[in-house]
């Protein structure tokens, strides 16, 4: 063979090869391109309030809220970070108006960071060309500024919705404790994965009809339903007379959860909390230190996951040389409830002692009471606040008027 044979020979090699990098130069780019495009944030605006919650006109939904305005039973399924790390719920249902999408990462050590939702009919989900969702393109979508945000609500008008849709619940979570560490996470539905190369998943639902009205014998089994499963919750005989349709609440130690101290854990045949206080000498007791407790209801055996958050308590606590006074106010939020009668211990022992100098919680113990005409509001002056407290405040409350 001569050498311009060989050359020859060679270059048709070297053509051979060019073409098959070309040719499967496309191939080889898609997967990172589509990830790409599948993160960008689209155009499309996102309906954020100040309260970084979606609702329609301004209006904020919590969980009581949701759960008095759902047509049936509120759907749960695990939210899954880095595919198999179950990282809190994702809770489905609806009113006869909206469609309620609640992330929820209450009692886990993680936090949301953003949210991304789609919601409507399958054929319309966006994919990039490898069948990976293209989670930028989602109508809403937000970003969580505060730090340990454990809980984000989604209410979408139905008005666009056939019966039945599919919903896709993306999120990114931060880990309490490590900061640095992130994950993508996905509602999960084991019967529907995400076609692509991606792990994922999305989620059929179907409307639940709310009915117009009962007729009365049926509203009245309901009521008394209802009624015995709160009578259950409370572990007692309905408090000092008041209605079964009444709710008794406890304040909790959100902040910091290991502080509050779960009746049951000390022989008691009832749910609650005394909330331990610690004093912080690095705290400005003079310009005031500023605690909030959420109030919560039918938080029964403690399990705050399936507990209702009626209000809150803002203990403000001030003074200075061991001696510590407080103020405290009462918010009402669920609007479907009024405040009548609120009960308070506050005291170095765990629980307040009864006429035999054993520990109780009984609230006729308990030494502040107020009883009230149906409020929303109140505010409690110069409450002796030990510099190592505890604390319990019960409130009951009663449909509004």
Known sequence: MTKYTIRIAMKKNLVLVLGLVFLLYPIASCDPEDELNSLKISESPAIINTENRIAPEGQVYDKAQIDAASCDEIESTPLYGGKDIEVGLVHLSNSDEFVFITYDLTNTSWSLQETHLYIGPEQDIPYTKAGNPKIGNFPYHAQQDDTNKKEFSYAIPIGEFEDCMVI???????????PEREETAFAFDSNNELPGSRWGWYMDYCLHECEDGAENGDEE????????NNQENTGNEPANGFDLDCLESYAFHFADKKDAHCFLSSGFDQWGWSNQVFYNPLMNYVTGYVLNFPLLASAYQCDIRNSLEVGYITVRITGGDGRFTAELDVHVTDQTYDLQAFDMYVGTEKYPLD???NQTVLPEFYNYHESLNGTRRLTLHNITWPSNAYFIARGILCPAN
């Not at 993306?170 to 309490?176: I, L, P, R, S």
């Not at 089994?221 to 015995?228: E, G, K, L």
Request: proline content about 0%; overall charge negative.
């Open 168 to 178: 896709i619940a993306h999120a990114v979570v931060q880990k309490d404790d490590e």
């Open 221 to 228: 089994d309901h009521n008394d339903q209802d009624s015995a």
């Open 355 to 357: 006429n035999s100098m």
